[in-house]
Nanobody, 124 residues
């Protein structure tokens, strides 16, 4: 069993930045792929970014590529998402997810462990 806890969300004006963090506990040795997903009101949870265990391979959805950066520290069991040039359409609850699969996936169904989510609001 893996437990994930997100932090770092909040309110920011368009063009601003936020850094989200996710701390894993429990059976962390089973974690390989990790990712960030987000869910806006009335919308389905959708992929934002993902990476494999050593962080060598990173993936981003088109709308955030060039603005967001995903990274991880396996020694401290943390996953980060640096978000720059934020837009109102980035407003959502952001979730951290993990999987024992070696390959990073963009699919919600491929991640059995999830955090509780942290709210990100971008508005003026």
């Amino acid at each position: 069993q893996v437990q994930l806890v997100e932090s770092g969300g909040g309110w920011v004006q368009p063009g601003g930045s936020l850094r989200l963090s996710c701390t894993a506990s429990g059976r962390t040795s089973s974690i390989n792929a990790m990712g960030w997903f987000r869910q806006a009101p009335g919308k389905e949870r959708q992929y934002v970014a993902a990476l494999n265990r050593d962080g060598r391979f990173t993936y981003y959805t088109d709308s955030v590529r060039g603005r967001f950066t995903i990274s991880r520290d396996n020694t401290n069991n943390t996953l980060d998402l640096q978000m720059n040039s934020l837009k109102p359409e980035d407003t959502a609850v952001y979730y951290c997810a993990s999987s024992s699969k070696l390959r990073a996936s963009t699919l919600v169904e491929d991640y059995p462990s999830w955090g509780q989510g942290t709210q990100v609001t971008v508005s003026s």
